[in-house]
């Protein structure tokens, strides 16, 4: 019994929710409502933006050309390698 109740009440108020929330309704009805439901967007986007905001950013990730040491290739520091290491 209460589940039926509970079942037409939310029919009547989807129609109802349904009806009042197309931009057509606004238009032709009411003006004021328009303005209210503008601003609740308005407040949702800025909420988000708020929260979007708020949230840790990602730490960024360095650049390992400025990490290197030395520009010349290990082979080529001639007390390494070959007859270099023995002539130095």
């Known amino acids: 019994m209460l589940i039926s109740h509970m079942t037409k009440l939310w029919i009547l108020f989807s129609r109802y929710i349904r009806k009042i929330h197309t931009i057509q309704y606004y238009r032709l009805v009411e003006p004021v409502l328009l303005i209210r439901f503008i601003m609740f967007k308005l407040l949702f986007f800025f909420a988000l933006l708020a929260i979007a905001l708020a949230l840790p950013?990602?730490?960024?990730?360095?650049?390992?050309?400025?990490?290197?040491?030395?520009a010349v290739p290990y082979a080529a520091y001639y007390p390494t390698y070959g007859w270099g290491a023995v002539v130095y």
């Open 57 to 70: 950013k990602p730490a960024p990730v360095p650049d390992p050309q400025w990490y290197t040491v030395g």
